[in-house]
Nanobody, 124 residues
Framework: VQLEESGGGLVQAGASLRLSCSAS????????MGWFRRAPGKEREFVAA????????TYSDSVKGRFTISRDNADDTVYLQMNSLSRADTAVYYC??????????????????WGQGTQVTVSS
């Protein structure tokens, strides 16, 4: 299974972007999907996740209230709506999928498939 992100770009602070993530194999069995990001010189960090069944969501404190993760079961796409962007949000954003029924959404090691990433750059 390959994941592909899209929607990144260069925006000014305060703007919004929506990232999308699609899978090469439609309807592959997954339990949750997440977004991570890696800023220059920093470790990869968890951003948000959504459980495929039920749709419950989880966010990091740094994006809670500004970012929204959602899914479209019809086309197997996961979205990350990002509002009120700041320079601190500048990073490469990665989509990931987990096939682990009892995995945790926070650690990267509980995800089995990853996209190549899409760059988000926020200018002041």
């Amino acid at each position: 299974v390959q994941l592909e992100e899209s929607g990144g770009g260069l925006v000014q602070a305060g703007a919004s972007l929506r990232l999308s993530c699609s899978a090469s194999e439609r309807s592959f069995r997954r339990y949750f999907m997440g977004w991570f990001r890696r800023a220059p010189g920093k470790e990869r960090e968890f951003v948000a996740a959504i459980r495929w069944i039920g749709g419950s969501t989880t966010y990091s404190d740094s994006v809670k209230g500004r970012f929204t993760i959602s899914r479209d079961n019809a086309d197997d796409t996961v979205y990350l709506q990002m509002n009120s962007l700041s320079r601190a949000d500048t990073a490469v954003y990665y989509c990931a999928a987990s096939i682990r029924a009892f995995g945790s959404v926070y650690p990267a090691q509980d995800y089995d498939y990853w996209g190549q990433g899409t760059q988000v750059t926020v200018s002041s």
